[in-house]
């Protein structure tokens, strides 16, 4: 019940287009969605998240869209850019007791952008 | 930018030997975590520590791992008596607050290394 799903593995996109990776969870406790972008030898770093109260969130290229009664979201990168290649992982946290920072993460994407 | 450093970059150690991670979190950061990374796989969550005690731990983290903050600057992750299985990528993380905003910033990680 604690597991986030993510979809696809890989992703090859040319430079230009729409990369969408997509989550799906199962514990309705979460009510913190972040997605991590890591570069290779890096640690993941924040990329942009969301909360179940809102069914988008942009921030520049990136965008987040959240269905809460599919218990899905997904990334959208909107022209995608070469230096956009990284792996991405989707998480999901929930508030309350000792469980602050506890992220379960999905298993990655790595993506590609072809210039 | 403020970050955080983790030291190894990379140890590579015998198996039943003890290992100690070292990390020095954002000065102003109150929250400590430490999660792992199997080679391909997602990042998992293994601790969390805050006010000198653990706050919640994952059933990765048996009776072999420890935590500590030795000092006002240094969190350390222990492993007693190191096995193959242990072997993987280690993040420490940090973030200021105690609020569920997963706003956590990870180091460039450890890699361990057991034969």
């Known amino acids: 019940q604690q597991q986030v799903k993510q979809s696809p593995q890989s992703l090859i996109v040319q430079k230009g287009g729409i990369s969408i990776i997509n989550c799906a969870y199962e514990?309705?406790?979460?009510?913190?969605f972040p997605w991590y972008q890591q570069f290779p030898g890096k640690g993941p770093a924040l990329l942009i998240a969301i909360r179940p109260d809102v069914s988008e969130k942009k921030e520049g290229r990136f965008t987040i869209s959240f269905n809460k009664s599919a218990k899905q979201f997904s990334l959208h990168i909107m022209d995608s850019q070469p230096g956009d290649s990284a792996t991405y992982f989707c998480a999901a946290s929930r508030g309350g007791g000792t469980s602050y920072g506890k992220l379960t993460f999905g298993q990655g994407t790595i993506l590609t952008v072809h210039p | 930018e403020p970050e955080v450093t983790q030291t190894p970059s990379h140890q590579v150690t015998q198996m039943g030997q003890e290992v100690i991670l070292r990390c020095v979190p954002i000065s102003n950061h109150l929250y400590f975590y430490w999660y792992r990374q199997i080679l391909g796989q997602k990042v998992e969550f293994l601790v969390s520590f805050y006010n000198n005690e653990i706050s919640e731990k994952s059933e990765i983290f048996d009776d072999q791992f420890s935590v500590e903050r030795p000092d006002g600057s240094n969190f350390t992750l222990k492993i007693r008596s190191t096995k193959l299985e242990d072997s993987a990528m280690y993040f420490c993380?940090?973030?200021?607050?105690?609020?569920?905003?997963?706003?956590?910033?990870f180091g460039e990680g450890s890699r361990l290394t057991v034969l």
């Open positions: 993380a940090s973030s200021r607050t105690r609020t569920n905003t997963g706003e956590l910033f």
């Open positions: 514990n309705t406790a979460f009510d913190y």
